[in-house]
């Protein structure tokens, strides 16, 4: 119980020890913005957002990356925070907004193209060791102010190149490919899947009806053997030896014993009817260049009890 109370406790004091973290870090965020230590300063906002993530957490982290020069990374807390403010309707969301679009115009853009003759799926592309995906190529992308290095891999061969990118400029780059590259990329056809063969699926249809039907023949045998043994059981114990002289018990435990014979009758009719059709789309499915190999047979099964066994070999 004691300790139950603890846990409940943890959970109600959890929210506010975060509450008080996050307001700590946004503290320090706040001196070392102050103090132009802008990196550690964002990360410490960003944490306080994690912890206790709000609208104004967001815009705190936005205003740090945006005092760096950071616009691009500033430009996606503003939306982030637009994003937030809709979701809960809160007014300060045209305010956001108009601060994320007039800070845009300042974003600068980067467009990354492919060299004539390779194709995306052939080549890597990294911008500051962070991988652009494939649909990222020949598209604007809104980067920081700076320089960037831009590394390209294409055949296992790497070159890797530092573009200096202006405070709302635009550049646009083509990749070097390698001289092997070029032009020795072709596309590549698609695969053709196998063609199915559909005489195989139908034998392996038979076999699975087959064998259905002979796993219902034996469980019907089973029920069968278990219901005579119950049925002679009762006439020994309730019946005086005849079907006629049974008293209410033996009545009741008579017909229950014959009602599970006469529904195991039905399935074994009903399995031997399954494993004839799966004999019979086996059989007569055509064969194969190799029909010689397949074979499939059905025997009976003497040991512990009698039985039937399908098999076959492929």
């Known amino acids: 119980m004691k300790l139950?109370?603890?846990?409940?406790?943890?959970?109600?004091?959890?929210p506010l020890a975060h509450a008080d973290r996050?307001?700590?870090l946004f503290k320090q965020g706040k001196k070392l913005l102050a103090e132009k230590k802008y990196a550690e300063a964002c990360a410490a906002f960003e944490e306080s957002d994690r912890l206790d993530p709000g609208i104004g957490a967001k815009l705190n982290v936005a205003k740090c990356?945006?005092?760096?020069?950071?616009?691009?990374?500033?430009?996606?807390?503003?939306?982030?925070?637009?994003?937030?403010?809709?979701?809960?309707?809160?007014?300060?969301a045209p305010r956001i907004h108009d601060?994320?679009?007039?800070?845009?115009?300042?974003?600068?853009?980067?467009?990354?193209?492919?060299?004539?003759?390779?194709?995306?799926?052939?080549?890597?592309?990294?911008l500051d060791g962070v991988a652009l995906a494939a649909s990222a190529l020949g598209s604007e992308q809104r980067v920081d102010p700076g320089p960037h290095q831009l590394d390209t891999i294409?055949?296992?061969?790497?070159?890797?190149k530092m573009i200096p990118i202006e405070r709302g400029g635009s550049s646009e780059i083509t990749l070097e490919?390698?001289?092997?590259?070029?032009?020795?990329?072709?596309?590549?056809?698609?695969?053709?899947?196998?063609?199915?063969?559909?005489?195989?699926?139908?034998?392996?249809?038979?076999?699975?009806?087959?064998?259905?039907?002979?796993?219902?023949v034996g469980i019907a045998g089973i029920v069968v053997l278990g219901a005579h043994g119950d049925y002679h059981d009762a006439l020994s114990a309730h019946c005086n030896g005849a079907s006629d002289q049974c008293d209410a018990e033996g009545l009741s435990a008579t017909h229950s014993a014959r009602h599970r014979a006469n529904v195991a009758t039905v399935v074994t009719l009903g399995g031997l009817a399954a494993v004839a059709g799966g004999a019979y789309l086996y059989f007569t499915a055509p064969r194969s260049p190799r029909s010689g190999e397949h074979a499939l047979y059905l025997a009976p099964s003497v040991g512990d009890g009698t039985g039937v066994v399908l098999g076959g070999a492929f």
């Open 4 to 14: 139950a109370l603890a846990a409940i406790a943890l959970c109600a004091f959890a």
């Open 22 to 24: 996050a307001d700590q």
């Open 65 to 92: 990356y945006e005092e760096w020069g950071k616009l691009a990374t500033a430009w996606r807390w503003y939306t982030d925070a637009e994003h937030v403010a809709q979701t809960a309707k809160d007014d300060r």
């Open 99 to 126: 601060v994320a679009a007039a800070l845009d115009a300042s974003v600068p853009r980067l467009t990354v193209k492919l060299p004539r003759g390779v194709r995306a799926d052939a080549v890597v592309v990294k």
């Open 154 to 160: 294409i055949d296992g061969d790497q070159q890797t």
């Open 177 to 216: 490919a390698p001289a092997a590259a070029v032009g020795t990329v072709a596309p590549v056809e698609p695969a053709q899947p196998a063609p199915r063969v559909w005489w195989r699926d139908r034998r392996y249809l038979g076999l699975g009806v087959a064998g259905a039907g002979v796993v219902a």
